[in-house]
Protein backbone atom coordinates (compact mmCIF):
# COMPACT_ATOMS: atom_id res chain seq x y z
CA UNK A 1 0.00 0.00 0.00
CA UNK A 2 0.91 4.02 -0.86
CA UNK A 3 1.23 6.30 1.83
CA UNK A 4 -2.07 7.65 0.02
CA UNK A 5 -3.82 4.81 0.53
CA UNK A 6 -2.91 4.44 4.10
CA UNK A 7 -3.65 8.42 4.53
CA UNK A 8 -6.93 7.47 3.09
CA UNK A 9 -7.42 4.51 5.14
CA UNK A 10 -6.88 6.71 8.16
CA UNK A 11 -8.57 9.55 7.62
CA UNK A 12 -11.78 7.17 6.64
CA UNK A 13 -11.76 5.38 9.50
CA UNK A 14 -11.65 8.88 11.42
CA UNK A 15 -14.56 10.02 9.24
CA UNK A 16 -16.75 6.52 10.92
CA UNK A 17 -15.73 6.79 13.97
CA UNK A 18 -16.89 10.38 14.35
CA UNK A 19 -19.91 9.61 12.55
CA UNK A 20 -20.46 6.90 14.91
CA UNK A 21 -19.83 8.94 17.85
CA UNK A 22 -22.38 11.49 16.72
CA UNK A 23 -25.13 8.78 15.80
CA UNK A 24 -24.23 7.17 19.55
CA UNK A 25 -24.84 10.95 20.73
CA UNK A 26 -27.84 11.86 19.14
CA UNK A 27 -29.27 8.57 20.17
CA UNK A 28 -28.52 8.74 23.67
CA UNK A 29 -29.92 12.43 24.16
CA UNK A 30 -33.07 11.43 22.52
CA UNK A 31 -33.42 8.66 24.81
CA UNK A 32 -33.12 10.45 27.43
CA UNK A 33 -34.98 13.47 26.13
CA UNK A 34 -38.16 11.03 25.66
CA UNK A 35 -37.53 10.08 29.13
CA UNK A 36 -37.53 13.71 30.50
CA UNK A 37 -40.94 14.93 28.78
CA UNK A 38 -42.17 11.77 29.66
CA UNK A 39 -41.46 12.21 33.11
CA UNK A 40 -42.66 15.96 32.82
CA UNK A 41 -46.11 14.58 31.20
CA UNK A 42 -46.72 12.81 34.31
CA UNK A 43 -45.78 15.61 36.66
CA UNK A 44 -47.63 17.82 35.32
CA UNK A 45 -50.80 15.74 34.99
CA UNK A 46 -50.33 14.53 38.43
CA UNK A 47 -50.18 18.25 39.28
CA UNK A 48 -53.56 19.04 37.80
CA UNK A 49 -55.10 16.01 39.62
CA UNK A 50 -54.31 17.57 42.42
CA UNK A 51 -55.81 21.15 41.90
CA UNK A 52 -59.15 19.33 40.85
CA UNK A 53 -61.25 19.63 44.11
CA UNK A 54 -63.43 16.03 44.53
CA UNK A 55 -66.70 16.65 43.87
CA UNK A 56 -67.74 14.94 47.50
CA UNK A 57 -72.20 14.06 47.16
CA UNK A 58 -74.13 12.80 49.76
CA UNK A 59 -75.94 9.31 49.24
CA UNK A 60 -79.44 10.33 49.47
CA UNK A 61 -77.85 12.83 46.02
CA UNK A 62 -76.27 9.70 44.82
CA UNK A 63 -80.01 8.29 45.00
CA UNK A 64 -81.69 11.12 43.42
CA UNK A 65 -79.09 11.04 40.45
CA UNK A 66 -79.77 7.49 40.20
CA UNK A 67 -83.43 8.02 40.58
CA UNK A 68 -83.38 10.63 37.49
CA UNK A 69 -81.20 8.33 35.20
CA UNK A 70 -84.20 5.36 35.40
CA UNK A 71 -86.88 7.77 34.97
CA UNK A 72 -85.06 8.92 31.76
CA UNK A 73 -84.97 5.19 30.61
CA UNK A 74 -88.77 5.32 31.25
CA UNK A 75 -89.61 8.25 29.22
CA UNK A 76 -88.05 6.25 26.62
CA UNK A 77 -89.29 2.94 27.02
CA UNK A 78 -91.99 2.60 29.74
CA UNK A 79 -92.40 -0.80 29.58
CA UNK A 80 -89.20 -1.26 30.69
CA UNK A 81 -88.97 -3.85 33.74
CA UNK A 82 -85.68 -3.47 34.95
CA UNK A 83 -85.96 0.22 35.11
CA UNK A 84 -88.81 0.18 37.18
CA UNK A 85 -87.79 -2.19 39.31
CA UNK A 86 -84.95 -0.05 39.96
CA UNK A 87 -86.87 3.08 40.58
CA UNK A 88 -89.15 1.28 42.95
CA UNK A 89 -85.80 -0.10 45.15
CA UNK A 90 -84.48 3.78 44.85
CA UNK A 91 -87.51 5.50 45.61
CA UNK A 92 -88.18 3.12 49.11
CA UNK A 93 -84.79 4.03 49.65
CA UNK A 94 -85.20 7.78 49.43
CA UNK A 95 -88.83 7.22 51.98
CA UNK A 96 -90.58 8.14 48.61
CA UNK A 97 -93.35 5.45 49.50
CA UNK A 98 -95.74 6.92 47.72
CA UNK A 99 -94.15 7.02 44.27
CA UNK A 100 -92.65 3.07 44.96
CA UNK A 101 -96.26 2.07 44.94
CA UNK A 102 -97.57 3.65 41.74
CA UNK A 103 -94.45 2.44 40.20
CA UNK A 104 -95.42 -1.12 42.16
CA UNK A 105 -99.24 -0.81 40.90
CA UNK A 106 -97.59 -0.21 36.90
CA UNK A 107 -95.85 -3.38 37.85
CA UNK A 108 -98.62 -5.41 38.70
CA UNK A 109 -100.51 -4.15 35.51
CA UNK A 110 -97.49 -5.36 33.24
CA UNK A 111 -96.88 -8.64 34.55
CA UNK A 112 -99.86 -9.90 36.83
CA UNK A 113 -98.98 -13.42 36.60
CA UNK A 114 -95.54 -12.21 39.38
CA UNK A 115 -96.37 -13.01 43.03
CA UNK A 116 -93.61 -10.63 43.75
CA UNK A 117 -94.96 -7.91 42.58
CA UNK A 118 -98.77 -8.51 43.91
CA UNK A 119 -96.78 -9.02 47.46
CA UNK A 120 -94.58 -6.37 46.99
CA UNK A 121 -97.54 -3.84 46.59
CA UNK A 122 -99.18 -5.46 49.20
CA UNK A 123 -96.24 -4.60 51.59
CA UNK A 124 -96.22 -1.32 50.65
CA UNK A 125 -100.18 -1.02 50.81
CA UNK A 126 -99.77 -1.86 54.34
CA UNK A 127 -96.65 0.15 55.02
CA UNK A 128 -98.97 3.01 53.85
CA UNK A 129 -102.02 2.52 55.59
CA UNK A 130 -99.76 2.06 59.06
CA UNK A 131 -98.26 5.88 58.12
CA UNK A 132 -101.87 6.80 57.58
CA UNK A 133 -103.05 6.00 60.69
CA UNK A 134 -99.92 6.73 62.82
CA UNK A 135 -100.68 10.85 61.29
Same mark, same amino acid.
Given at each position: ?9 ? !? #? ?34 VEKQREQPVVQSPTSQLENQARGY? @? ?12 ? !???? &? #? ?10 ? @?? !? #? @? ?5 ? #? ?5 ? &? ?14
Open positions: MSISEKEYFA !K #RTQQVKLKTRIMTVVGVGGFFGSIVFGGIKSILSEE @LVLQREPNNILALE !KLVN &L #RLQLGDNQGAME @LM !K #R @LVELHPE #RESYRSG &LATLEQRMGKEGGQE
